[in-house]
């Protein structure tokens, strides 16, 4: 084989299942051909068996971030208060913290606390979601 296939092969290795599909997809329509339909004359490339040391583990997630999305601005005082109860910032910086929304007021937290955080500043007006 030259050094050009080679480099290919040795890249096809590297990559995900969901990456060859998107691959295979684009050969399809860029050459016209069905990768499905087997031909008379063709070869069929042997399956690796790396794709089994590839499975993707799903973790669930255990750290939320808590983000102000919007804060009305007939609600803004009594956020404002959640907001400094909620963090270490003084009333200066929890008025400057809502003007550039969205933001995350908590980061990397439990789920049990951006659910209270969420509560509360829903509560006192905030638009809140969480991450």
Known sequence: MSTTTNEIIEKLKSITLLEAAELVSQIEETFGVDASAPTGGGFM????????????VIEE??????????????????????IRNLTSLGLKEAKEFTTSLPKAIKESV???????AKQQLEEAGAKVKIQ
């Open 61 to 82: 997630k255990t750290t939320f971030d808590v983000i102000i999305e919007d804060v009305a601005s007939d609600k803004r005082v009594a956020v404002l208060k959640i």
């Open 110 to 116: 439990s789920k049990e606390e951006a659910e209270t």
């Open 45 to 56: 490339l042997p399956v690796s068996d790396t794709s089994n040391n590839q499975k993707e």
